[in-house]
């Protein structure tokens, strides 16, 4: 994902160093490349949206199940969260662990088995409905 934010912050370069081999001697590799490189770069343009809208929609669950919880932060907890949301697999515990430690520091551990309980509601959410939705 980090690779698609690069290509899109420096999209006119690649796009004006690109359009310049087709009057190169490099033409005819550009005439085969092109099209497959062309449908590639939409396929993982939306791979990342839809990777995005996943990213909002757990945000927003995290942030609602903070807020039932009275966990403090909120903001900049939610903010980490939607970072994290783009790191496969890991990203769930990255994000969660700030989470877990302000709910043990500031309420117990009664308040991280809930924090933990609510992170693994919102991730089923977004695996059995969300997901297939925003994919789709």
């Known amino acids: 994902m980090i690779f698609g934010f690069f290509m ?6 690649i796009s004006q160093g690109v359009a310049s081999l087709r009057k190169s001697r490099l033409a005819p590799l550009h005439a085969e490349l092109a ?5 590639f770069g939409k396929l993982f343009g939306r ?6 809208r996943i990213a909002l929609v757990n ?10 919880l009275a ?5 900049l907890l939610s903010m980490f969260v939607f970072i994290c949301s783009f790191i496969p697999i890991a ?29 693994t509601g919102v991730h089923f959410v977004e695996v ?5 939705y925003l994919q789709g």
């Open 128 to 132: 059995s409905t969300a997901e297939a």
């Open 59 to 68: 945000t927003a669950l995290t942030a609602l199940g903070m807020w039932l």
């Open 35 to 39: 099209p497959v490189l062309s449908v």
């Open 91 to 119: 990203g769930v515990i990255i994000s969660t662990t700030p989470i877990g430690f302000v709910a043990l520091t500031e309420y117990g551990f009664i308040k991280l088995a809930l924090v933990i309980l609510m992170v």
């Open 8 to 13: 899109l912050w420096d999209l006119p370069t």
């Open 71 to 75: 966990i403090p932060g909120i903001g």
């Open 47 to 52: 791979a990342l949206e839809a990777q995005a």
